[in-house]
């Protein structure tokens, strides 16, 4: 069994930055990529940043010049770092890998951290 332990969301004010960290355990064999996403009241989850085993980032355009996500594969944990947060970034913030484990591929979710931008 995979797990995924996210940790590093709060409230903060806007223009503020906060660091979101995620660790998979578990009998992992490896992990192709890891990532988070987003959702906030009311909407759909979003993708906010995917980093693959390779180190290829994709960013969702309401991030980009402001979040920088990286990999610490050694220690399988992929890092969020936010930047002049906004009050649009508030949300429920999930990790998510694409990991090989006992029974093959599969996709795991972490269980959520809320960020809330506010003043």
């Known amino acids: 069994q995979v797990q995924l332990v996210e940790s590093g969301g709060g409230l903060v004010q806007p223009g503020g930055s906060l660091r979101l960290s995620c660790a998979a355990s578990?009998?992992?064999?490896?992990?192709?990529?890891m990532g988070w996403y987003r959702q906030a009241p009311g909407k759909q989850r979003e993708l906010v940043a995917h980093?693959?085993?390779?180190?290829?980032?994709n960013y969702a355009d309401s991030v980009k010049g402001r979040f920088t996500i990286s990999r610490d594969n050694a220690k399988n944990t992929v890092f969020l770092q936010m930047n002049s947060l906004k009050p649009e970034d508030t949300a429920v913030y999930y990790c998510?890998?694409?990991?090989?484990?006992?029974?093959?591929?599969?996709?795991?979710w972490g269980q959520g951290t809320q960020v809330t931008i506010s003043s």
């Open positions: 980093i693959t085993s390779g180190q290829t980032i």
């Open positions: 998510y890998a694409r990991v090989r484990g006992t029974t093959g591929w599969g996709d795991y």
């Open positions: 578990g009998t992992i064999f490896s992990i192709y990529a």
